[in-house]
């Protein structure tokens, strides 16, 4: 099995639990620690994430990734399902970095 977390940048990591803990503080239903997670796993595995603009994100548009991230990412894979794309993916740099 391939861990799911190799490549892990600790600023990446301290970035994801400061939006879990915004996303808590919006939703005391949430599990932080399991949102930290879903955001670093959907991160390295395929869709990665501008952390510092979704922590940096109003209410509304940080909780529609929060919630769309966990309910289309295969836990088992690292994907993300369905077609959903976070609107804080990270499809923008690479268009920044090809001009």
Not at 3 to 20: M, Y
């Amino acid at each position: 099995m391939k861990n799911p977390f190799n490549g892990l940048k600790l600023r990446d990591l301290r970035t994801a639990h400061k939006i879990a803990a915004r996303a808590k503080a919006l939703n005391p239903e949430l599990d932080q620690i399991d949102v930290a997670l879903d955001l670093m796993e959907t991160h390295l595995n395929g869709c990665p994430l501008r952390l510092d603009d979704l922590l940096a994100a109003d209410d509304f548009n940080l909780m529609h990734d929060v919630y769309g991230i966990s309910a289309h990412l295969n836990r088992e894979t690292g994907q993300i399902e369905d077609c959903f794309l976070p609107r804080f993916h990270g499809a923008l740099d690479a268009r920044k970095e090809a001009a």
